[in-house]
């Protein structure tokens, strides 16, 4: 991708005028287009015979959506719809780069907190367009609006809080803490201590204090091991105990609703289930995806049966599943079945659930590719959300439907417990809604159907 370095460095950029004032440092839309041709005519995946100036107007549109640039006095538009804001192929319609006066490079920053150039920002909103479409594929979301807010919100970093700074040397616990895979000749062969201390790098820093201060004198000593693996085991569910949010956000329900009832279904969904859940952890701040990441491989290892006994009197999966369960999610409107069912799924397939699709790799690869050859995006976005049927299917699933209908109405007039009151409510809401089914029930001997409303 190009382009967008080709852009930077060959408009024409200076001082320009338009309706009455003067604009610096902007480029014509004509330009734009031109140096867009000229780098497409060069790319190794074209002809010149695949190039034509529409091709350069879309990628410049593509370019322009994805706020690489943006029309002089673009604040005007700030009430319209984004729609509205075309990209004009004429020396008369005026660009600039976004934050031109500092910088070619838009104020994003990755997980590293490095800033992220104009090709990086278009790749990522491309991954998370194809991901969000995917998603829709497979299971039913209502509204959008909330999985867009929730999916760009980040976490705050638990160590800059005010009450960490009262303990002195944290910085020294901490340390010490969590090298102690590097001390302790155990830890290395221990996969449960190795995922429980991994889990504590996400901890502030009065939690590793608590670690450091219990931790046995001769580590090395087989009685130590499971005295270790209890104080490891009470602070990680002190600390997500006493936390307010869970890992998955409460605004997302209709994702964790859909991939519920997809776990819940007969066999055939589990893969569509998986994958719904891999797109949605693909849509989570990165900090976020990363400590549940942990804590589900966590306490993935500490619910296997043969491993250290959390309570005598249950077994480890079933402590698990009720202890951590609201770490993971926690949302009124699911029922506790439901949510331990999507935490012991999520559970149980942590090892595959932070890989990315194959389907999205395609997507998106697809996608990109024909970004750069200039395509409409509109025209094919690569995803079907509908099936047309011959008229043939349509009356036999027309007529299915009206069978369906029929039998309903036998069924409320062979049902005892409906009042003749209420049957002669049920039948005018009937007629209501159906009233070419109730003129045909109405020929057979149903006492439902002759009733005089």
């Not at 959506?65 to 004429?90: M, Q």
């Not at 130590?224 to 329900?253: M, P, R």
């Not at 049927?389 to 049902?415: P, R, W």
Request: a neutral charge; aromatic letters at 8%; hydrophobic letters at 35%.
């Amino acid at each position: 991708v190009n382009i967008i370095h080709a852009l930077h460095s060959q408009v024409e950029i200076k001082r320009r005028r338009q309706h009455l004032k003067t604009y610096k440092n902007c480029f014509t839309g004509s330009n734009a287009v031109d140096v867009v041709l000229s780098h497409l005519m060069q790319s190794m995946y074209l002809s010149c015979n695949d190039i034509s100036r529409l091709k350069g107007v879309r990628v410049c549109q593509v370019l322009m959506d994805h706020k690489v640039f943006e029309p002089v006095g673009a604040k005007l538009y700030l009430f319209k719809n984004e729609k509205e804001t075309e990209f004009e192929d004429t020396n008369t319609s005026l660009y600039k780069f976004v934050n031109s006066s500092l910088t070619p490079f838009l104020p994003r920053k990755n997980e590293d907190n490095e800033s992220l150039s104009p090709e990086q920002i278009l790749i990522e909103d491309v991954w998370k367009q194809q991901t969000l479409l995917r998603l829709l594929q497979l299971i039913d979301v209502p509204l959008l609006e909330d999985i867009l807010v929730s999916s760009v919100k980040t976490k705050l970093d638990c160590f800059g809080k005010e009450e960490d700074l009262i303990i002195s040397n944290t910085f020294l616990d901490r340390e010490v803490t969590l090298n102690t895979k590097a001390n302790f000749s155990f830890y290395r062969l221990d996969k449960w201590l190795y995922a429980a201390i991994e889990c504590l790098e996400y901890f502030p820093d009065q939690f590793i204090v608590m670690v450091s201060q219990q931790l046995p004198q001769s580590p090395n000593k087989p009685s130590s091991l499971n005295t270790y693996k209890k104080i490891l085991f009470d602070i990680i569910i002190k600390y997500y105990s006493q936390k307010k949010d869970s890992l998955l956000a409460t605004q997302d329900l209709d994702i964790h609703s859909g991939i519920i009832e997809l776990i819940g279904k007969k066999k055939g969904n589990t893969d569509q289930a998986l994958e719904a859940s891999q797109l949605y952890l693909k849509l989570l701040a990165p900090n976020i995806r990363e400590e549940l990441h942990r804590l589900l491989a966590f306490i993935a290892i500490a619910s296997e049966s043969e491993g250290y006994k959390l309570q005598k009197q249950f077994d480890n999966r079933s402590v698990i599943i009720k202890t951590c369960t609201k770490f993971i999610l926690q949302n009124k409107t699911l029922s506790k079945p439901q949510a331990e069912l999507l935490t012991q799924f999520l559970m149980d397939n942590h090892s595959e659930l932070f890989k990315t699709p194959l389907t999205l790799l395609e997507l998106t690869s697809r996608r990109l590719q024909s970004l750069l050859e200039g395509q409409d995006p509109d025209i094919d976005s690569g995803f079907t959300f509908c099936q047309r049927v011959t008229t043939k299917e349509y009356e036999d699933q027309k007529q299915q439907t009206n069978q369906y209908l029929l039998a309903l109405v036998q069924e409320m007039d062979n049902d005892p417990t409906i009042s003749l009151k209420q049957k002669k409510k049920l039948i005018k809401e009937f007629r209501k809604y159906h009233s070419l089914i109730y003129c045909s029930g109405c020929k057979t001997t149903c006492e439902f159907c002759t009733l005089n409303v």
